[in-house]
């Protein structure tokens, strides 16, 4: 998967994700006008709307971009229903063949890391049938539980060429509480960016691993020196746009190859039309407003890694 | 919430909690046989044959405990038709009046622990309608984005007088690979206790707070020391039975009330008729062994409260 999806950035020319985390407040009104109307408002009602409202993003922006990143927590939120609006998107963005990043980052001793990685990137036995469950093409991992929390994922990716994208330095204000802590005068994020490097080893897709990092847009100076800790990395990076972050900051994240990294932006594309810039397309042609937001993301990192 | 909890401790003499972490291979035959004739060999088929597991062993010990833990792996496994049986597990729990851990282990930035936030333990607004997902009673939190990851929870807590069980010392062999390192010369799980007591002392319950902490069983003297760093805190302590830990290592992570822990044991109870110990009863009375081993589990802990 890791080679799907750099052949899909070296195609669409766009090292960008783009994060399906929708909130209500981002959904136009008539979205969730004709959702209530149907479901009532209700968990369900709220899961059509959010269904709805990533259809058109998606429908609007899937042939400029490589893959999607839909963020369970907001799915979560409505119980069942959401979850299921969440297994709905995976499955279209995988019909119109995007690769899919499941952020959940998810992490817990081995058997129930086993599980998880099992319901969202691999498959269970039942009886005498293999059945699979949400089947993300990545996901997202928390490594404080150490090895035996994280190998269960890799072992799973390996037998199904998938892969994870493991949270190394995270892109929230208070992060570095517990990541910049120095450990033989060292951050620990660095160390958790050896072990990174470290669990890759084994499982090489091509000249990249199924075992990439996330690290933050709003610490450049520390995707720098994690770029070299982990030559090897696919870095997934959010925090573009609404955390902050710019096309400039970003360079020192890809390799001298122009890849190694992935840029998310969630709010800044499929909440587009709420920003100034994107205000002439109105609420009803969100999805164009989201397209627009699109061709500029990849202009501002394409522009920033020519200017390198 | 934490008042409820010690009321029931103290009302059935049990600082215990039932792990409810179904796996396929621990239900007995004859419940999958008939979940499987009536549902297939599908996802739907699995989360009826856990359900079906789930209700009789809830059915034979709610009256002996104050709690139980659903780990929601063992159910997202089996996709939306897992979760479902986590659902119904989770309102059956509530019906008998336990108190409810959901064992998720979340935490994300922000605006996302927040949403975790209000689907495990608040509400969601959709509309001018109020709506709740899964609405467990206390949930387990991963502190590795600090306070920024945590706090959502903790304001979530405050409003529904709900709580957390924040990692700090996690179970498994490799835990200690981050939470053991060193800074300043501290243990970085001692500094995560810091925290947690930090967190917490904005919101007691009573001579506890609704913050809590994951301490393993498996580390007896790091929960000695944790003990005194957190000492309002509530110990979620896994690893009890099936892991390794035993009663007499255990006493340590009470304080000199007798109270501040609840000890897990997942596998040691569900799959207890498994045991050469229960095998007596057989795979149809497997909730008959469940008792015993629950009976069994309240006897060793307190003879060791008692011998202390």
């Given at each position: 998967m890791i080679q799907k999806l750099?052949?899909?950035?070296?195609?669409?020319?766009?090292?960008?994700?783009?994060?399906?985390d929708p909130m209500l407040n981002?959904?136009?009104?008539?979205?969730?006008?004709?959702?209530?109307?149907?479901?009532?408002?209700?968990?369900?009602?709220?899961?059509?709307?959010?269904?709805?409202?990533?259809?058109?993003?998606?429908?609007?922006?899937?042939?400029?971009?490589?893959?999607?990143?839909?963020?369970?927590?907001?799915?979560?939120?409505?119980?069942?229903?959401?979850?299921?609006?969440?297994?709905?998107?995976?499955?279209?963005?995988?019909?119109k063949d995007l690769v899919v990043i499941g952020d959940i980052k998810r992490g817990d001793i081995g058997s129930t890391s086993a599980a998880y990685a099992a319901g969202h990137l691999g498959s269970v036995q039942v009886g005498s049938a293999v059945?699979?469950?949400?089947?993300?093409?990545?996901?997202?991992?928390?490594?404080?539980?150490?090895?035996d929390g994280v190998k269960p994922f890799v072992d799973v990716c390996k037998k199904e060429k998938k892969g994870l994208f493991i949270l190394v330095k995270t892109s929230n204000p208070?992060?570095?509480?517990?990541?910049?802590?120095?450990?033989?005068?060292?951050?620990?994020?660095?160390?958790?960016?050896?072990?990174?490097?470290?669990?890759?080893?084994?499982?090489?897709?091509?000249?990249?691993?199924?075992?990439?990092?996330?690290?933050?847009?709003?610490?450049?100076?520390?995707?720098?020196?994690?770029?070299?800790?982990?030559?090897?990395?696919?870095?997934?990076?959010?925090?573009?746009g609404a955390q902050g972050g710019k096309g400039a900051d970003l360079v020192h994240f890809f390799n001298e190859d122009g890849l190694g990294a992935i840029v998310n932006s969630s709010r800044g594309i499929i909440a587009a039309y709420k920003q100034e810039q994107y205000a002439k397309f109105g609420p009803e042609r969100f999805g164009e407003a989201s397209r627009a937001a699109v061709e500029d993301m990849i202009a501002d990192i394409q522009g920033a890694l020519e200017n390198r």
């Amino acid at each position: 998967m890791i080679q799907k999806l750099i052949e899909k950035i070296q195609k669409t020319k766009a090292p960008i994700v783009v994060g399906l985390d929708p909130m209500l407040n981002y959904i136009p009104e008539h979205i969730q006008k004709k959702a209530f109307a149907e479901y009532g408002e209700t968990l369900e009602g709220a899961a059509e709307a959010i269904w709805q409202f990533n259809k058109e993003i998606i429908d609007k922006t899937w042939d400029l971009i490589p893959a999607v990143k839909p963020q369970i927590a907001m799915y979560e939120q409505f119980g069942i229903e959401g979850l299921k609006a969440f297994q709905k998107t995976v499955d279209y963005c995988h019909e119109k063949d995007l690769v899919v990043i499941g952020d959940i980052k998810r992490g817990d001793i081995g058997s129930t890391s086993a599980a998880y990685a099992a319901g969202h990137l691999g498959s269970v036995q039942v009886g005498s049938a293999v059945c699979r469950g949400f089947d993300e093409d990545f996901v997202t991992v928390n490594p404080y539980l150490g090895t035996d929390g994280v190998k269960p994922f890799v072992d799973v990716c390996k037998k199904e060429k998938k892969g994870l994208f493991i949270l190394v330095k995270t892109s929230n204000p208070s992060s570095g509480e517990f990541q910049d802590r120095l450990v033989d005068g060292r951050p620990l994020y660095e160390l958790v960016g050896e072990k990174v490097a470290q669990w890759g080893d084994e499982c090489m897709g091509c000249s990249y691993s199924y075992v990439g990092a996330v690290v933050g847009a709003t610490y450049p100076e520390m995707g720098k020196v994690l770029r070299k800790i982990m030559p090897k990395a696919y870095i997934l990076v959010p925090g573009y746009g609404a955390q902050g972050g710019k096309g400039a900051d970003l360079v020192h994240f890809f390799n001298e190859d122009g890849l190694g990294a992935i840029v998310n932006s969630s709010r800044g594309i499929i909440a587009a039309y709420k920003q100034e810039q994107y205000a002439k397309f109105g609420p009803e042609r969100f999805g164009e407003a989201s397209r627009a937001a699109v061709e500029d993301m990849i202009a501002d990192i394409q522009g920033a890694l020519e200017n390198r």
